[in-house]
Every structure is written in structure tokens, then in C-alpha cells.
């Protein structure tokens, strides 16, 4: 999910990152291009993959970025979480359930 999400980041199709996001959040295309509209995604790094739970992994990235002309290096950490489709949290993947990004922080 998150290989996805930052590949339409790169291509700054907002439409489909806020579909990667966990169902519980709704986020909407325009809610996506609020946060990441002067933030263009050059190339990325997975660096470290954390499973914090069987519902819960935290993934770290190193990724050169472009804000307001200025090309700079940045970390993040993504938390992805485990969901039924409705939106309800899930305690162990299935068949039923989807990974979505629950939140994301900059380091």
C-alpha cells in the first residue's frame, strides 16, 4: 500500500493516494492535495520496516522531495494499520480486511 501511495505521490495523483490512506479516514482528493500540493516526490527509500503489532507497522523513508524550488532530503515515518473495509479496526489481517496509511510524521 505504501510503495503504491508513494508512486502516485511521485506522479501527484492525489485521487489514488487518498485511496491509500485507512477507510476509516475518507480522505478526499483535495484533503491530499492540501497537504501535499508544494510537495513533489523526486525518489524515495524504504529504510527500516517496523512491525509494531499484527494490525500496526510503522515504515520509515528517506525520500528527496522538492518544496518551493528548494530540492532537500526528509524523512518520514508512515503507520499503516490493518481495517475491515467499513472502516472498523482489524486485530488480525484477512481476506476482509485492507491496509491503509493511518498517519504519517516528518523526523
Known amino acids: ?3 503504491a501511495f ?3 505521490w511521485e506522479k ?4 489514488f493516494m487518498a485511496k491509500c490512506y485507512a477507510p476509516m479516514y475518507d480522505k478526499k482528493p483535495v484533503e491530499i492535495r492540501q497537504e501535499y500540493g508544494n510537495i513533489s516526490l523526486i525518489n524515495y527509500e524504504l529504510i527500516e520496516i517496523i512491525d509494531q503489532m499484527s494490525f500496526m507497522t510503522d515504515i520509515r ?5 522538492k518544496i518551493n524550488d528548494n530540492v532537500e532530503q526528509k524523512y518520514f515515518e508512515f503507520r499503516l494499520t490493518c481495517n475491515t473495509k467499513e472502516g472498523q479496526s482489524a486485530y488480525l489481517p484477512s481476506e476482509n480486511t485492507v491496509w491503509g496509511i493511518n498517519n504519517r510524521k516528518t523526523y
Open 1 to 3: 500500500m505504501l510503495i
Open 6 to 8: 508513494l508512486e502516485y
Open 12 to 15: 501527484h495523483n492525489y485521487g
Open 61 to 65: 523513508v528517506k525520500a528527496v522531495v
